[in-house]
C-alpha cells in the first residue's frame, strides 16, 4: 500500500453536487488499507463505491451519507452519495456509465 500514489489535492468534497458535503471523518482508515482518510481531516475517499444503490456504507448516518451543506451538526438532512458523484469518484462521467447500462437502479 506504501506504493500506491494518490494525488493530494483529490477531496470528497468536490465531487458532491452542490449544496451537499461529505460527514466528518471520525474513524480513520486502518493498515492494511491505504490510508486516506484521516480522523480531523477532510475526506478523502469513499468507504466503499457500488453500482447498487442503497448499500449498507450508504445508509445515514454512515460515512458514505453527504450532508446539507448548511447543517453543521450533521443531524439533519442527508442522502445517499448519487450514482453520478460515483461514476465521478470512479474516474468516470455518468452519462458513460448509464449509456453501457453499469449502473444497477
Known amino acids: 500500500m506504501e506504493k500506491v500514489d494518490r494525488p493530494s489535492d483529490r477531496y470528497v468534497r468536490d465531487i458532491l453536487q452542490q449544496g451537499w458535503k461529505p460527514r466528518r471523518v471520525v474513524s480513520g482508515d ?3 488499507h491505504h490510508i486516506a482518510n484521516v480522523v480531523g481531516g477532510p475526506m ?3 468507504p466503499t463505491i457500488l453500482a447498487t444503490q442503497n448499500s449498507r456504507a450508504f445508509r445515514a448516518p454512515r460515512a458514505g451519507t453527504v450532508v446539507k451543506i448548511d447543517d453543521t451538526a450533521e443531524e439533519g438532512e442527508s442522502r445517499e452519495v448519487n450514482q453520478d458523484e460515483k461514476a465521478i469518484a470512479m474516474g468516470y462521467s455518468a452519462s458513460e456509465l448509464r449509456m453501457h447500462g453499469r449502473w444497477h437502479e
Open 30 to 32: 486502518q493498515r492494511p
Open 44 to 46: 478523502r475517499v469513499l
